[in-house]
T-cell receptor
Framework: NAGVTQTPKFQVLKTGQSMTLQCAQD?????MYWYRQDPGMGLRLIYY???????DKGEVPNGYNVSRLNKREFSLRLESAAPSQTSVYFC??????????????FGPGTRLTVL | AQSVTQPDIHITVSEGASLELRCNYS??????LFWYVQSPGQGLQLLLK??????LVQGIKGFEAEFKRSQSSFNLRKPSVHWSDAAEYFC???????????FGTGTRLLVSP
């Protein structure tokens, strides 16, 4: 039981390049989330998916797109990376349908640097 | 709207000493409160959570937290800190009917020998 997995662990991009961060969970959870973590700002929600086939914006969605490919997988895409998107990105999942009362389980993170 | 304040950015504690990390929340109804820990280079792991009932909750790794409604606080405590407790600690608040968990900005714990 791997929990929540994320690929890649590290990535360096040049401004304007695109990339997709992958996330998968094997806990049969309904909800999945993408956060970014920046120093002094805690975790900020980018997008979430309450169930397969649905996605919703979080606190900081600009510059990102997401796809809930199936119940297991939730990807985050940067179409044209900017230095302001340099951050650590975490994927998380929870059992319910996007209730803030559920425990969330986090992946190990992707450290992204945009030059 | 819900909000969480962790007033201490860094705290240094000697190994074996007691620890208290502060968390204050703002929310009108009954909050659902969480403490998560992030070890260096890792994702977040749930330490403990409070929904209702006994206001003193026990978590993993010897941590406990006390919910005080009158002070809007949910402080995390440990009687004796180990070097392996050095990490960043996040308080978070949720509520019924809300989809988004709100995190505090975190407190980094340093443990000195």
């Amino acid at each position: 039981n791997a929990g929540v997995t994320q690929t890649p662990k590290f990535q360096v991009l040049k401004t304007g390049q695109s990339m997709t961060l992958q996330c998968a969970q094997d806990m049969n959870h309904n909800s999945m989330y993408w956060y970014r973590q920046d120093p002094g700002m805690g975790l900020r929600l980018i997008y979430y998916s309450a169930s397969e086939g649905t996605t919703d914006k979080g606190e900081v969605p600009n510059g990102y797109n997401v796809s809930r490919l199936n119940k297991r997988e939730f990807s985050l895409r940067l179409e044209s990376a900017a230095p302001s998107q340099t951050s650590v990105y975490f994927c998380a999942s929870s059992e319910g349908t996007a209730s803030s009362t559920d425990t969330q389980y986090f992946g190990p993170g992707t450290r992204l640097t945009v030059l | 709207a819900q909000s969480v304040t962790q007033p201490d950015i860094h705290i240094t504690v000697s190994e074996g000493a007691s620890l208290e990390l502060r968390c204050n929340y703002s929310y009108g109804a009954t909050p659902y409160l969480f403490w998560y820990v992030q070890s260096p280079g890792q994702g977040l792991q749930l330490l403990l959570k409070y929904f209702s009932g006994d206001t003193l909750v026990q978590g993993i790794k010897g941590f406990e937290a006390e919910f005080k409604r009158s002070q809007s606080s949910f402080n995390l405590r440990k009687p004796s800190v180990h070097w392996s407790d050095a990490a960043e600690y996040f308080c978070a608040v949720g509520a019924r009917g809300f989809q988004k968990l709100v995190f505090g900005t975190g407190t980094r714990l340093l443990v000195s020998p």
